[in-house]
């Protein structure tokens, strides 16, 4: 999907203008993939814009650059509070945020010990990533013939720039196939993940989403399905899904924070059909808690203003 430019970018402490967003073409994360980063989201509340659980997206982000030694220079108050600022400054009611750590200029190599650390905090108006019309119809997925990573050759866990040559491999593959989007499975041959949104089942009332061990990112928006899906009554379980437990099984759907909660209409060409009744109450539930609608879950909206 395009970009819309809004006006200012945080970057390293400074709100600079949109097209002054530079770096150089010498940049370490440039050469490497050497970042990390978060995909948030603001809506608009009865109080004003608030970013939906903006908090535990700032330590993930802290984790994810742990996990690649990275020191970010600012705490996590500090970003916390430069991206309510720049969403304030941006005057968007609703936008997609995009916080990212990246090794920056000065040191080339693999060994990115030496190298700078920078910050950017980019804010923009950005629709559902899967298409609206998909929200209710439902998506074609295709099984990807490309695998998700191994834990053991790149950790999953962390949300780093480079990993997602791996997701885009399988994007485009799906979207020349005539499909919306993939899936990727584990090496040992459980179902991981999409592109880039975690992936639930639905059997006779259970709810089901495949495990960290196969590969899949701990989502935010899978972390809260959790606790809607069970205020709601439903059973829901972490665990193993198979290839044709995607054939099968009675709804499929899929969260993150760009697509937010989106059923699957078939995969492989097999037809799961249009968004079920608990799709339905979960994406319902879902749109009504990031626009503090629900009392339940309004320490999830953290308020720019």
Request: glycine residues 8%.
């Amino acid at each position: 999907m395009p970009i819309t430019p809004s006006k200012k970018i945080w970057m390293d402490g400074e709100l600079v203008d949109w097209e002054n967003a530079t770096v150089h073409v010498l940049t370490h994360a440039l050469h490497y993939g050497s970042g990390v980063f978060e995909g948030v989201r603001a809506y608009n509340t009865s109080q004003g814009p608030a970013v939906f659980r903006l908090t535990d997206h700032i330590v993930r982000l802290f984790n994810s650059a742990k996990i690649l030694s990275m020191e970010i220079p600012f705490s996590v108050d500090e970003l916390i509070e430069a991206t309510k600022k720049t969403v304030d400054v941006n005057e968007l009611d609703e936008c997609y945020i995009r916080p990212l750590v990246y090794l920056g200029y000065g040191e080339m190599g693999l060994n990115p010990l030496p190298c700078t650390v920078n910050v950017s905090i980019a804010v923009w108006p950005w629709g559902s990533y899967l298409g609206e019309e998909n929200m209710a119809k439902g998506v074609r997925m295709k099984i990807s013939s490309w695998q998700r990573h191994d834990p053991n050759a790149m950790p999953p866990a962390a949300k780093m720039t480079g990993m997602y040559i791996n997701s885009s491999l399988a994007k485009v593959e799906a979207i020349r196939a005539g499909y919306d989007e993939a899936i990727l499975l584990s090496p040992q041959g459980y179902v991981s993940e999409c592109t880039g949104e975690n992936i639930f089942i639905v059997n006779r009332g259970k709810i089901i989403t495949p495990p960290v061990s196969a590969g899949a990112l701990e989502g935010i928006t899978q972390d809260s399905v959790f606790a809607i899906a069970r205020d709601l009554g439903y059973e829901v379980q972490v665990g193993n899904v198979l290839r044709s437990d995607l054939y099968t099984c009675d709804e499929a759907f899929c969260t993150g924070t760009a697509a937010e909660v989106v059923p699957i209409y078939s995969v492989d060409d097999r037809v799961i059909g249009e968004r079920g009744p608990i799709t339905t109450a979960i994406q319902s539930a879902y749109n009504a808690a990031v626009r503090g609608e629900t009392d339940r879950y309004k320490d999830w909206n953290e308020h720019v203003s």
